[in-house]
């Protein structure tokens, strides 16, 4: 098994921006692919961003895309997300995620390992 946990969330001004960490922890070798993904309230979570295992590749939704950047250091069993130029559109509960298989892929039920969330809040 992974337990994955994020932090980082707070409540920050539109324009501003907030950095998310997940760390992972288990069985991380068997991790390929870690992704972020939010949910607003009363919306259905949504995709925002994945990377693969070499961190060489990168897919973002349209949404986030030129503002957010997804990372990772294999070395800490850790992936962020570099949040710029947030909106109050932003605001939702972030999840980290994480998945065996490779592939960048966006639906929900292909990732694995889940972490219970982090809060981000932009004010208008």
């Known amino acids: 098994q992974v337990q994955l946990v994020e932090s980082g969330g707070g409540l920050v001004q539109a324009g501003g921006s907030l950095r998310l960490s997940c760390g992972a922890s288990?069985?991380?070798?068997?991790?390929?692919?870690m992704g972020w993904f939010r949910q607003a309230p009363g919306k259905e979570r949504e995709f925002v961003a994945a990377?693969?295992?070499?961190?060489?590749?990168?897919y973002y939704a349209d949404s986030v895309k030129g503002r957010f950047t997804i990372s990772r250091d294999n070395a800490k069993n850790t992936e962020y997300l570099q949040m710029n130029s947030l909106k109050p559109e932003d605001t939702a509960v972030y999840y980290c995620?994480?998945?065996?298989?490779?592939?960048?892929?966006?639906?929900?039920?292909?990732?694995?390992?889940w972490g219970q969330g982090t809060s981000v809040t932009v004010s208008s």
């Open positions: 288990g069985r991380t070798f068997s991790i390929n692919v």
């Open positions: 995620a994480a998945r065996r298989s490779i592939g960048l892929v966006t639906a929900t039920g292909e990732y694995d390992y």
């Open positions: 990377i693969s295992r070499s961190g060489g590749s990168t």
